[in-house]
């Protein structure tokens, strides 16, 4: 059965102790043990949008880096381009912002790096035994690492339900055409009645789907890549999405090439999760509403799946709400729970185990 690592927050809450815990959480959960002298380590991170306050914040990554350090290896921060046309969409935006956030050399001790190169074209096919994918398309950066810490943020997402450990390496991981793979090919529609032709939607479509016709906004079916960002972004309700198909592929395909990004990392792979300033919205939004309840705390474990499945169920626990119902409710999050454990990522099955 897999373990998982829990560090509760501390009842006042106060924001200079997760430190300590994460340098506990890294040596409970044996995550040393994936790190050799000389590896050259990938920790994954999302840096938030420029604008949003509640992503993992730098000085939580410090002590990742610091342990990984002290177990001779070389860490290094990383995450790919978005889709999207935001400050993440080229390397050269994305580097800057991570400055700006404190993700650097200087704010944590190791340089940020785009894995997935200047314009999210930098990639390599790994070769997997998935239900919907023989091959998929990651950072080539993953086939020069020799270990990988994730630190993910649990947050709301209004494709996949939820974001977590799955997604962070999923999506998070995936080139361009590895990110392109995993969107279904089902447009979204806008309700012209709704729409406020705010344009916002138009600014972030990656491929120019969106523009505006007769003062609303109108997708072009045949240009649409069927990523999701104008539902994500539309703050008048104004997109909808076919839920039940659209979703549940995405998850699926989502965990397979999470599980093509970890593919020979076997015992050199280790995760956090961190239930802090957990929102609505996810990293990628500017501004992804106010956290939804009170920090909780900070989970490790070596296993993508029981980590991910361990922050839900307390979510659930300490609030008495799922984070579907807080939420996205249309969406059922466990289909990247289940699929993940069917092909073999990890288990839903956990021991939880409390670190002081
Ligand atoms: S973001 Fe929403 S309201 Fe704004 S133009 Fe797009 S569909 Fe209309
Ligand atoms: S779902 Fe289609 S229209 Fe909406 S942002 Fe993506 S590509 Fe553009």
């Not at 990890?346 to 099955?349: A, E, L, N, P, Q």
């Given at each position: 059965m897999a373990v998982v690592y829990l560090a509760r927050m501390s009842p006042e809450g106060r924001p200079e102790s997760v430190e300590g815990k994460v340098r506990r959480l890294f040596d409970a959960a044996g995550l040393g043990e994936c790190v050799e002298p000389e590896d050259i380590v990938a920790v994954k991170v999302h840096i938030g949008e420029?604008?949003?306050?509640?992503?993992?914040?730098a000085r939580y990554v410090r002590p990742i880096v610091d342990k990984v350090k002290a177990r001779g290896g070389r860490p290094f921060l990383t995450d790919t381009n978005t889709l999207y046309k935001g400050m993440r969409s080229d390397a050269v935006d994305h580097i800057a912002l991570a400055e700006e956030h404190g993700f650097s050399l200087e704010g944590v001790g190791a340089p940020f790096i785009v894995a997935d190169g200047l314009l999210g074209h930098n990639e390599v096919e790994v070769e997997i035994d998935g239900e919907l994918h023989k091959e998929v398309a990651v950072a080539d950066i993953l086939a020069d690492v020799q270990a990988i810490v994730a630190a993910s943020h649990l947050t709301g997402h209004p494709l996949t339900g939820f974001g977590g450990t799955l997604k962070n390496l999923g999506m998070g991981f995936s080139s361009r055409k590895g990110k392109l793979a995993q969107h279904s090919k089902m447009p979204p529609r806008v309700d012209s009645e709704k729409c406020k032709g705010c344009g916002t939607c138009i600014r972030w479509c990656p491929v120019g789907a969106a523009e505006v016709r007769r003062n609303a906004a109108f997708i072009v079916e045949e240009k649409c890549i069927s990523c999701g960002e104008c539902l994500a972004v539309c703050r008048f309700g104004a997109v909808s999405f076919s839920w039940d198909q659209g979703s549940e592929v995405l998850q699926r395909r989502m965990v397979e090439h999470a599980w093509g990004a970890v593919m020979g990392k076997e015992g050199k792979a280790g995760y956090f999760l961190f239930l802090t300033s957990v929102t609505k919205g996810c990293d990628c939004f500017g501004d992804p509403g106010k956290p939804l309840f009170p920090d909780i705390g900070v989970l490790a474990s070596q296993d993508p799946v029981a980590i991910d499945q361990a922050g839900l169920d307390l979510v659930e626990q300490e609030t008495g709400k799922s984070l579907s119902e807080w939420a996205y409710p249309q969406v059922d999050p466990t289909v990247q729970l289940e699929h993940a454990e069917r092909i073999g990522m990890?288990?839903?099955?956990y021991e939880l185990v409390g670190v002081a």
């Open positions: 420029r604008g949003n306050k509640t992503h993992v914040p990890g288990s839903r099955d």
